[in-house]
């Protein structure tokens, strides 16, 4: 059933019971309270001759009169609705013998409502012996007409009550509508939601502060939910750009080892062609390998949890020094050294990692043809705000605006061909940015075109060196 129904099917059921219950105990107190008054009048009607009679009888003995007995006979009185009557209990309306005997004792008064020619009358009965033996005072007075009048009073509420119900029932039909449009609102934006499309929401400009603040907080789910939706999307899509890339950059390499190998195995070629074909083979292996390792690590470094250590700035960047040494080598850079003392919270291998990485970029970087600056790459570690911050820097030839936010997704290379032919795969930067997310930290890129790039990343400090 609808709420609107309910709502107002309760409401509804509720005013009329309780409007019929307040009419009826109004009638029904009326009537009572004019009952009462009228057994008041009568009782005192019947003490007032019950008093005068027995005077009458008193004067009568005393001054030798009859005054008493012409008194009793023109009280009396029977008509249809009333009845006045002093003399012998069993002349009463309604005598009956034995219930008289033993309800209606000398002194003692005696009310009660009897029918009488189809009539209900109340009758007062006073037996007093000292006005005769078994001798009462009778009062009778029909109250059919204030049955009639309590009859009449139901009659009338019955219409007032019908037209009240009637009025009520539009009004709360009408209102009930009106307090359930928002919901029956909320109920249509939740359907379209729940049909796909995340980003309506529902109109909060309700009067009703329970209203609004439903409406508030479902546009906040609804909120969340699309933003989640956007994400899982995202998601998604870098997901299925993932595995494109890396169907991608393993195919190349591998139709160039088999076409090279096809080459090799089936022409008698000299000793020239052979050991360049050979050597095409051995950089594409090696980037190969390249590309597998980095998977590897990605795929290890979002799975693993890594407990972070105190490092001593002083050991750590000796050590890398030594690791980098054939690095530069290779591509015949300098290494300059400017470092702080500290101790800073990583963990060490990943770190190493990261800046072999950027260093490896950095002197790619500066592979031009033609280049008249020096090959240079700082190392730079420094204490600031709380942290330990190691940046990169090399004079390379820097990154455009524009591709800074895009070289750390996976597979990203600036310039394909060069960054394939240096054994890359787009996948260097991605894995730093991972481990700078270890670190709680993010690697944050300058890069100026034609000058070189820095890469830094702000690592938490440990031990006393924070205070100092
Ligand atoms: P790769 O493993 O192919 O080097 P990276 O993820 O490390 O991939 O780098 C992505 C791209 O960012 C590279 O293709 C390169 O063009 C660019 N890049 C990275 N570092 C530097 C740098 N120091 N200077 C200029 N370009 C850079």
Not at 86 to 110: C, H, P, S, W
């Amino acid at each position: 059933m609808r709420f609107s129904w309910k709502m107002f099917l309760y409401t509804y059921i509720m005013i009329v019971l309780s409007f019929s219950l307040g009419g009826f105990m109004i009638i029904e107190a009326a009537f009572f309270n004019n009952i009462q008054a009228k057994e008041e009048n009568l009782i005192e009607n019947n003490n007032n001759l019950c008093s005068t009679y027995l005077t009458m009888l008193a004067l009568d003995e005393k001054l030798g009169t009859n005054m008493a007995i012409p008194y009793r006979n023109n009280l009396y009185q029977d008509t249809e609705d009333t009845r006045v009557y002093i003399g012998a209990m069993g002349l009463v309306e309604g005598y009956d013998k034995e219930f008289f005997n033993q309800n209606v004792q000398t002194g003692k008064r005696y009310v009660r409502m009897i029918e009488r020619d189809g009539k209900r009358c109340l009758q007062v009965i006073l037996r007093d012996d000292r006005m005769g033996n078994y001798t009462c005072v009778e009062t009778l007075e029909s109250v059919e007409d204030l049955y009639e009048g309590r009859d009449e009073n139901y009659r009338q509420f019955q219409v007032i009550l019908l037209v009240v119900s009637g009025m009520g029932a539009v009004f709360l039909w009408l209102m009930s509508i009106h307090l359930t449009i928002p919901l029956k609102r909320l109920a249509d934006t939740a359907k379209k939601i729940g049909s796909g499309d995340f980003t309506i929401r529902a109109k909060e400009n309700h009067s009703s502060l329970e209203v609004r603040v439903l409406t508030e907080e479902f546009n906040k789910m609804a909120g969340y939910v699309e933003s989640y939706v956007e994400e899982l999307k995202e998601e998604n899509r870098r997901r299925e750009e993932f595995v494109g890339n890396f169907t991608h950059e393993l195919k190349t390499p591998l139709t160039s080892v088999i076409g090279y190998a096809d080459l090799l195995r089936s022409y008698e070629l000299d000793g020239e062609k052979r050991r360049q074909f050979a050597e095409y083979i051995y950089k594409e292996g090696i980037r190969l390998e390249a590309l597998a390792l980095h998977l590897l690590n990605l795929l290890v470094l979002r799975k693993e949890e890594f407990e972070l250590c105190e490092i001593t700035a002083k050991y750590f960047f000796h050590e890398l020094k030594e690791q980098l040494f054939f690095l530069l080598e290779k591509y015949e850079c300098r290494l300059e050294l400017e470092v702080e003392d500290g101790i800073f919270l990583g963990e060490s291998d990943l770190l190493k990692t990261l800046l072999y990485n950027l260093v490896d970029n950095g002197c790619k970087a500066m592979q031009e043809e033609h280049r008249e600056r020096e090959r240079k790459i700082t190392i730079y570690g420094k204490k600031e705000d709380g942290c330990y911050r190691i940046c990169v820097e090399d004079l390379g030839r820097g990154i455009a605006p524009e591709e800074i936010k895009k070289i750390t997704e996976a597979f990203y290379m600036v310039d394909k061909s060069r960054a394939r032919t240096m054994g890359g795969a787009g996948l260097g930067l991605a894995l730093c940015k991972q481990i700078a997310e270890i670190h709680h930290s993010t690697l944050e890129i300058e890069s100026k075109q034609g000058e070189g790039s820095r890469f830094s990343i702000a690592l938490a400090q440990a031990g006393e060196e924070k205070h100092e």
